[in-house]
């Protein structure tokens, strides 16, 4: 299968980001949240089909550039999962980053897919969420 991979800024468009989110099962708000998200980040990619019909895969990394980033909102459309787009998405954010510290949020389960990136578990790691009973429910905390 081919797929138009992006990481132009101007293609973003919130709704989609949304709409493919909430069908992974992750965490959404609102579509003009999201756009200014992934307009704000340091580095995106997104995946879309062949014919630019429709977002398949996404992800972004904020960072200060220097030693310091962090992943996010890696999601592939379930429909396209197991296809190797998950690795390309990866591979596209963190190229030339190689001299960064990297964190990460894994959905629970994907944590080995993230192992094949070097992605280890962290021992010291502290979360503050907006919405913490949320995040305790879904095993995210303690």
């Not at 089909?49 to 904020?62: A, E, H, N």
């Not at 959905?107 to 010291?124: C, I, M």
């Amino acid at each position: 299968m081919e797929y138009n991979v992006s990481t132009a800024k101007k293609e973003i468009q919130g709704l989609e980001i949304q709409q493919l989110l909430k069908k992974c099962g992750m965490g959404t708000y609102t579509p003009e949240l999201h756009q200014k998200a992934f307009e704000n980040s340091y580095k995106i990619v997104q995946i879309f089909t062949k014919d630019q019909t429709q977002l398949i895969g996404c992800g972004r990394v904020l960072s200060d550039g220097c030693y310091q980033a962090a992943v996010y909102d890696v999601a592939i459309d379930p429909d396209y999962q197991g296809t190797g787009l998950g690795w390309l998405i990866m591979e596209n954010l963190l190229e030339g980053m190689e001299q960064l510290n990297v964190m990460l949020y894994a959905s629970p389960g994907k944590e080995a897919f993230y192992q094949k990136f070097d992605f280890r578990l962290g021992k010291t790691a502290m979360l503050k969420f907006v919405k913490a009973d949320v995040m305790k429910e879904k095993g995210l905390t303690e």
